[in-house]
């Protein structure tokens, strides 16, 4: 049992973590390549949005940033891009680092917190039975396994996108909000995260380093979005640690699109990978939610819930309340989307809602139980292979039976003919492919607590590069097609 949950714990902690180290590894054992949700690449992504009106929405389409395309690329170019990356990804993760020291140093009593969350976790596993789904896949020969899954998926879906598999149905199309918004209120999400994050998301995206010494505080949120300093007007964010009892956020005014911003931080150390954790549903306005996310949604309301409702009175009947949140604070502020709108949107008098969520995970079940306005005014940005949007027990138990296909398949071959698989010495036949995905496209039947979540937006846009250009493509997909995907490991 400790083993299937150190599992669980270890595989988040390294898609969140180490997602560039784990890329370059996997990739030398013939996998495809992974890359975890980065910040930067998706603002330039947004920025060009609007400069593609010609094109019918909905439609898949490319984006040009910035006149750069693969013929003209120089290696000079390339070359500073990829130092932009690494010195925004050092910036980012000696962020994350420091949050973690700060939070276990300052705060010993939230030790008792994670004892309960995991317990809970562990009880839920065990009493469910994924235990024992999670705990045939834990042997010897997993990397091994998770490899030629990946030479699988690959050699079937090698003359598909995957993203076509994802594509929202005509009928039921909603129109995007304009990139340009999109990429201001993700300069809000990133502010949520304090120094650090901001630092490196100014290092990947423009190859500077701001070097005034700002604290996370009022200036520096201010100097990033490009608001006044008296419109931040609520932190909760200058406490690097973590806080199990409400997620970090902050509350401003942006006068330019005449909002209220509730920014609700993600995942920045390991207090907050504890809600990460406790991945089991319980009831949620009608339907079924993510356990911590929604307890986390229904707090952050609690502490910033006075302060929106008293900066909409202060602005006027035009100003509106923007949520905006990444990762873990994408699938909160989903969530506290659909809490605001349950009942009319009453706990803002009535006002305009909207919600920018950037790779948020499934947190929801079934979406027909949310408000379809709330549906409707949300929109999620999916950026290249970052498996976070694809995360969930469910996803995670079709995950392992693929796994546990793979090494049922495999287990009687030689020590030889198993590493000419996992090296692409020996192809993948089509007998094997039929064996070992089909435990995955049989739909598992769900276990208490563990439906088929979904991201709760009916906008949901799938952004890829192309080639090593700064050329993109984006494509509208459905949230519950998104859902069934699952986990891909490759391509």
């Given at each position: 049992?400790?083993?299937?949950?150190?599992?669980?714990?270890?595989?988040?902690?390294?898609?969140?973590?180490?997602?560039?180290?784990?890329?370059?590894?996997?990739?030398?054992?013939?996998?495809?390549?992974?890359?975890?949700?980065?910040?930067?690449?998706?603002?330039?992504?947004?920025?060009?949005?609007?400069?593609?009106?010609?094109?019918?929405?909905?439609?898949?389409?490319?984006?040009?940033?910035?006149?750069?395309?693969?013929?003209?690329?120089?290696?000079?170019?390339?070359?500073?891009?990829?130092?932009?990356?690494?010195?925004?990804?050092?910036?980012?993760?000696?962020?994350?680092?420091?949050?973690?020291?700060?939070?276990?140093?300052?705060?010993?009593?939230?030790?008792?917190?994670?004892?309960?969350?995991?317990?809970?976790?562990?009880?839920?596993?065990?009493?469910?039975?994924?235990?024992?789904?999670?705990?045939?896949?834990?042997?010897?020969?997993?990397?091994?396994?998770?490899?030629?899954?990946?030479?699988?998926?690959?050699?079937?879906?090698?003359?598909?996108?995957?993203?076509?598999?994802?594509?929202?149905?005509?009928?039921?199309?909603?129109?995007?909000?304009?990139?340009?918004?999109?990429?201001?209120f993700m300069k809000f999400a990133t502010s949520a995260y304090g120094e650090s994050m901001i630092r490196a998301a100014d290092m990947h995206s423009s190859g500077k380093i701001d070097t005034d010494i700002l604290p996370p505080s009022r200036r520096k949120i201010a100097k990033h979005v490009g608001i006044l300093e008296e419109d931040v007007r609520s932190i909760d964010i200058d406490?690097?640690?973590?806080?199990?009892?409400?997620?970090?956020?902050?509350?401003?005014?942006?006068?330019?699109?005449?909002?209220?911003?509730?920014?609700?931080?993600?995942?920045?150390?390991?207090?907050?990978?504890?809600?990460?954790?406790?991945?089991?549903?319980?009831?949620?306005?009608?339907?079924?939610?993510?356990?911590?996310?929604?307890?986390?949604?229904?707090?952050?309301?609690?502490?910033?819930?006075?302060?929106?409702?008293?900066?909409?009175?202060?602005?006027?009947?035009?100003?509106?309340?923007?949520?905006?949140?990444?990762?873990?604070?994408?699938?909160?502020?989903?969530?506290?989307?659909?809490?605001?709108?349950?009942?009319?949107?009453?706990?803002?008098?009535?006002?305009?809602?909207?919600?920018?969520?950037?790779?948020?995970?499934?947190?929801?079940?079934?979406?027909?139980?949310?408000?379809?306005?709330?549906?409707?005014?949300?929109?999620?940005?999916?950026?290249?292979?970052?498996?976070?949007?694809?995360?969930?027990?469910?996803?995670?138990?079709?995950?392992?039976?693929?796994?546990?296909?793979?090494?049922?398949?495999?287990?009687?071959?030689?020590?030889?003919?198993?590493?000419?698989?996992?090296?692409?010495?020996?192809?993948?036949?089509?007998?094997?492919?039929?064996?070992?995905?089909?435990?995955?496209?049989?739909?598992?039947?769900?276990?208490?607590?563990?439906?088929?979540?979904?991201?709760?937006?009916?906008?949901?846009?799938?952004?890829?590069?192309?080639?090593?250009?700064?050329?993109?493509?984006?494509?509208?997909?459905?949230?519950?097609?998104?859902?069934?995907?699952?986990?891909?490991?490759?391509?």
């Amino acid at each position: 049992m400790k083993g299937s949950v150190s599992f669980l714990a270890m595989s988040l902690l390294a898609s969140r973590c180490c997602g560039r180290f784990i890329s370059r590894r996997l990739n030398q054992r013939g996998l495809p390549n992974y890359r975890p949700f980065d910040e930067n690449n998706l603002v330039e992504t947004l920025a060009r949005w609007d400069d593609q009106c010609s094109v019918k929405p909905f439609r898949r389409f490319s984006i040009s940033r910035g006149g750069i395309s693969s013929d003209n690329a120089t290696k000079t170019v390339k070359f500073q891009r990829y130092i932009q990356q690494v010195m925004g990804g050092i910036f980012s993760t000696v962020g994350f680092m420091s949050s973690s020291a700060t939070s276990l140093l300052s705060n010993r009593n939230q030790f008792v917190e994670w004892k309960r969350c995991l317990d809970e976790l562990d009880s839920y596993l065990k009493g469910s039975g994924i235990d024992e789904e999670v705990s045939k896949v834990v042997n010897k020969r997993l990397l091994d396994n998770l490899v030629i899954l990946g030479r699988t998926q690959s050699a079937v879906l090698q003359s598909r996108e995957l993203r076509d598999l994802a594509r929202v149905h005509p009928l039921r199309q909603t129109t995007p909000p304009p990139f340009s918004e999109a990429a201001r209120f993700m300069k809000f999400a990133t502010s949520a995260y304090g120094e650090s994050m901001i630092r490196a998301a100014d290092m990947h995206s423009s190859g500077k380093i701001d070097t005034d010494i700002l604290p996370p505080s009022r200036r520096k949120i201010a100097k990033h979005v490009g608001i006044l300093e008296e419109d931040v007007r609520s932190i909760d964010i200058d406490d690097a640690g973590g806080n199990l009892n409400h997620l970090r956020h902050f509350v401003a005014i942006d006068r330019g699109t005449r909002s209220i911003v509730l920014s609700i931080r993600g995942t920045f150390n390991l207090a907050e990978l504890v809600v990460d954790f406790a991945a089991f549903s319980r009831p949620f306005m009608g339907g079924e939610a993510h356990s911590e996310m929604a307890t986390m949604a229904e707090r952050v309301w609690e502490a910033a819930g006075d302060t929106v409702r008293d900066l909409l009175e202060e602005q006027g009947e035009d100003y509106g309340l923007v949520i905006v949140g990444h990762s873990l604070g994408a699938g909160t502020a989903c969530l506290l989307n659909i809490l605001i709108h349950n009942d009319r949107k009453r706990h803002v008098h009535g006002r305009r809602v909207r919600c920018f969520a950037f790779a948020s995970p499934p947190v929801f079940s079934p979406l027909c139980a949310a408000p379809w306005e709330a549906l409707r005014s949300a929109s999620n940005y999916i950026h290249e292979h970052d498996v976070v949007p694809f995360l969930s027990v469910d996803s995670f138990r079709h995950f392992c039976a693929r796994l546990a296909a793979v090494n049922e398949r495999t287990k009687t071959i030689s020590w030889l003919e198993r590493k000419k698989l996992v090296t692409g010495l020996r192809g993948i036949d089509a007998d094997m492919c039929r064996d070992i995905l089909q435990p995955g496209i049989r739909r598992l039947r769900p276990k208490s607590g563990a439906p088929l979540l979904a991201i709760p937006a009916a906008t949901n846009i799938w952004i890829k590069e192309k080639g090593s250009s700064r050329d993109y493509d984006a494509q509208h997909c459905d949230s519950l097609r998104l859902a069934k995907l699952g986990i891909i490991v490759g391509p």
